[in-house]
């Protein structure tokens, strides 16, 4: 258990439906990060937020969008849902660090969630 | 973007035997992450690498981190059933601070299938 927790676990929906993915972080942990995982793709990273601020974008959808919230869990939404949207969506945590810190001890462990997996018919 | 080669896509190996897979870059990293993935679950962490260089092993599990910043790899040795997954390579680029901070770039990852 990696102390990331990821709701719901499965989720089944139509074409052009709009969906929310929520994630819980470790605790402590003030970085969220979402990936999307086709059977085709990898994991591919969608986003990262840190301490309620946007950090990093990735391949991201402008379909798509998220947040953090100030309890530091996320939320990732998914709307006019595709046939090609259905996938694995995974959350992730990682530690705390200054930017600082980042400098000289960088980490960078990502510790992840079980996965929400979408099926848009 | 980033671009990471794993290799290979998959192996089909007798228990017993030991594996080998590599991930490399055209970009340096200063991060590099060994991830196993079983069905149904995410990513768990293996080994994590963070210098040119570095050879670390846990377990069975041994990754090193190529003294060039573009390249690592991980070995299994005496592989038993339960190591069947996929494992992915995951890398974090050199620059400090702004927006690039944990972004990892992962490989296509390795899918390990072992018969008893």
């Known amino acids: 258990d990696s102390g990331v927790t990821q709701t719901p676990k499965h989720l089944i929906t139509a074409t052009g439906q709009r969906v929310t993915l929520r994630c819980s972080p470790r605790s402590g942990d003030l970085s969220v990060y979402w990936y999307q995982q086709s059977l085709d793709q990898g994991l591919q990273f969608l986003i990262q937020y840190y301490n309620g601020e946007e950090r990093a974008k990735g391949n991201i959808l402008e379909r798509f969008s998220a947040q953090q919230f100030p309890d530091l869990h996320s939320e990732l939404n998914l709307s006019s849902l595709e046939l090609g949207d259905s996938a694995l969506y995974f959350c992730?945590?990682?530690?705390?660090?200054?930017?600082?810190?980042?400098?000289?001890?960088?980490?960078?462990?990502?510790?992840f969630g079980e996965g929400s997996r979408l099926t848009v018919l | 973007g980033q671009q990471l080669n794993q290799s290979p896509q998959s192996m089909f190996i007798q228990e017993g035997e030991d594996v080998s897979m590599n991930c490399t870059s055209s970009?340096?990293?200063?991060?590099w992450l060994w991830y196993k993935q079983e069905p149904g679950e995410g990513p768990v962490l293996l080994i994590a690498?963070?210098?040119?260089?570095e050879l670390t092993s846990n377990g069975r599990l041994t990754a090193q981190f190529g003294i060039t910043r573009k390249d690592s790899f991980l070995n299994i040795s005496a592989s038993i059933p339960s190591d069947v997954g996929i494992y992915f390579c995951?890398?974090?680029?050199?620059?400090?601070?702004?927006?690039?901070?944990?972004?990892?770039?992962f490989g296509q990852g390795t899918i390990l299938t072992v018969h008893p």
């Open positions: 992730a945590s990682s530690p705390p660090v200054t930017d600082r810190v980042f400098v000289l001890a960088n980490t960078g462990e990502l510790f």
């Open positions: 970009s340096i990293f200063n991060t």
């Open positions: 995951a890398g974090r680029q050199a620059n400090a601070g702004g927006t690039s901070y944990g972004k990892l770039t």
């Open positions: 690498l963070y210098k040119a260089g």
